[in-house]
């Protein structure tokens, strides 16, 4: 790992990945009144507003335990984009080496609109930055690791090299898809190591 594969990766900027967590934090924003004394009260202070009808609604509804909500790609892409890459101090989404695009959910969200199904599995495909990335299998564990660890039980994570991005795909997959293996390889203290530096920022 001394000798860097892919000196001059291509990087995306920041502000041009897909993100629905800019959203969230512009809205939470917009809740909160503005005036002379809005940047000496707390955030906490707006929460439950007696005046506010919305505010009274919105705690009933987050009362109600019972209702899942859906997670889709996006909220997918939104947990694995800040993984650390183990070459570079980039993003695997600022590297492009998880996209939008190569996330599925099967079976989709849209076509269960009342009940969510038991079991949904999450397709993730990787692409390395070059197609002799030795970091590939190292890539797509992080990749799983997080999703594994993140996910309700009722998910199950799929990680493989996207076609015709790596030389040795077809065995990188079958080391990805290996339970056992996968297993094994949590167990070495050295990849461990390597896996925590990697999830660090997420």
Known sequence: MSEIL?????????????????????????????GLLSSIIPDSAYILDPFNPSSSSESENSDDE???????????????????????????????????????????????????????????????????????????????????QSLPPRFRVDVRIKEGTHSTAEQVNRQLGDKERVAAALENGTLMGVLRKMLEGC
């Open 66 to 148: 019972d209702e899942v909500e859906p997670i889709d790609e996006q909220e997918i892409y939104d947990l694995i984009a800040p993984i650390q890459d183990p070459e570079h101090p980039l993003t695997l989404g600022s590297l492009s080496v998880v996209n939008l695009p190569d996330i599925s959910l099967t079976p989709t969200l849209s076509s269960h609109s009342s009940s969510l199904p038991a079991i949904t599995t999450v397709t993730v495909l990787v692409t390395p930055t070059i197609t002799h990335c030795s970091l590939a299998t190292v890539i797509g564990l992080g990749v799983r690791v997080r999703l594994e």
């Open 6 to 34: 892919n000196a001059n990766p291509t990087i995306r900027n920041a502000s041009d990945l897909p993100t629905r967590r800019r959203e969230q934090n512009k809205k939470s924003r917009s809740k909160r009144p503005f």
